[in-house]
């Protein structure tokens, strides 16, 4: 592998998800979130929700805290327990301390708790870690100094320095942007895209009563009834990496590497919580395809532009899968765009859909052979 990834290459994820009534992402009315695509209403799930589940997931694949990040408006109470954890200090002179150096940032502060910043920054574990180093050493000795004296002998810290380098996989991933400090911006080397019924779906709503366990034999009613929205669909969902980008961002090839495989897998097998409690609609994907390009991404949504019908109780997934074989076998073709390399991973045995599959992605692959092979690929 060389020491820099000079190559433009984007993995492309296309999946195909079935889910059960359910509520993944609600809007501000408490109901699943929905779209207009190809005139008419279908379900979808934000791009946030799926990102925030999919670094949920890297855990799951047992990737340490410490290559990890945080996203939170309460960067400074994170600091001040690092730092009190460290040298011994009491909680308030770790909490001056560490509002002292975050200072020469210039991060706005809430204006409803003066404690928390303005809005959500996303940092490493390990960079807290750093901001840590810059004052361990001195911590009982500026304990002692007034505010004023604090923060000019703090003033030159290095404080951007330490959250510009050595960013975990997911900052790496999903970047991190600060309108008001743009020297701590990164540029975000994934894409995800809005989950989308390939289908029309309407919403319905579960009216649902509970017992009152103690409840005499005697007394009508139920102990409390509320109505939840839902609705049910299979849903097309789409990611990118720049790997090149992520490459930059991580300063290290065989990283960035790694780093998209585990992209892959954690989004393939994340899922929002939403209602998780009251619907249980954790499923498995029917679809993984995996597509890498050096000219664009290209996110095959179009594929289901006409949305799909299931004729004779077929269903949604195995219509969809051809759409998306057809449009993969157009984008090819049509315009001239093969991929560098495809991969895919089905459960569809009927006998049309498995051969357009495997004219579009190739043979079908377990999904731990897809990413090492992946990985293989991204590797060269």
């Not at 190559?7 to 009534?21: G, K």
């Not at 996203?71 to 001056?96: F, S, V, W, Y």
């Not at 870690?129 to 050493?137: G, N, S």
């Not at 939840?228 to 960035?256: C, E, M, W």
Request: hydrophobic share 40%.
């Amino acid at each position: 592998m060389s020491d820099k990834t000079t190559r433009r290459r984007f993995i492309d994820v296309h999946v195909l998800q079935t889910v059960p009534p359910s509520n993944l992402n609600r809007d501000d009315a408490g109901s699943p979130k929905e779209a207009m695509y190809g005139g008419v209403r279908r379900p979808r799930a934000s791009s946030q929700a799926w990102k925030r589940a999919t670094r949920l997931a890297f855990a799951a694949l047992g990737i340490g805290e410490d290559q990890l990040g945080t996203r939170t408006k309460q960067i400074a109470d994170h600091l001040a327990e690092e730092l009190a954890a460290r040298t011994g200090l009491d909680p308030e002179p770790a909490a001056r301390i560490a509002a002292a150096v975050l200072a020469p940032l210039g991060i706005t502060a809430s204006k409803n708790k003066a404690e928390e910043t303005a809005y959500l920054l996303f940092y490493g574990n390990r960079q807290i870690e750093k901001l840590v180093d810059l004052v361990a050493d001195r911590a009982a000795e500026l304990a002692t100094l007034d505010d004023k004296k604090l923060l000019a002998e703090l003033a030159t810290a290095e404080v951007k320095s330490a959250l510009m380098t050595g960013h975990p996989i997911d900052v790496g991933l999903f970047g991190r942007m600060v309108a008001n400090v743009p020297g701590i911006d990164v540029n975000a080397a994934c894409q995800v895209a809005h989950a989308l019924a390939t289908h029309a779906a309407e919403l319905e709503f579960d009216y649902y009563t509970a017992v009152d366990d103690r409840q005499q034999s005697d007394s009508k009613g139920a102990g409390m009834i509320g109505r939840i929205g839902f609705n049910s669909a299979t849903f097309y969902r789409y990611g990118t990496v720049s790997l090149h980008q992520l490459d930059t961002n991580l300063g290290n090839p065989k990283a960035a590497v790694e780093a998209a495989s585990a992209f892959v897998s954690a989004f393939v097998r994340s899922m929002p919580t939403g209602y998780g409690n009251s619907f249980g609609h954790r499923t498995m994907p029917q679809l993984v395809a995996v597509a890498v390009r050096e000219d664009q991404p290209v996110n095959l949504v179009t594929a289901f532009e006409k949305p799909v019908q299931a004729y004779g109780g077929t269903g949604y997934a195995e219509p969809s899968a051809t759409a998306l074989a057809t449009e993969q076998t157009t984008i090819t073709h049509q315009w001239g765009a093969p991929a560098l390399w495809t991969g895919i991973t089905h459960a569809f045995t009927g006998e049309d859909t498995a051969k357009a599959l495997g004219t579009a992605f190739g043979p079908a692959l377990t999904f731990p052979t897809l990413i090492d092979n992946l990985t293989a690929e991204l590797s060269r």
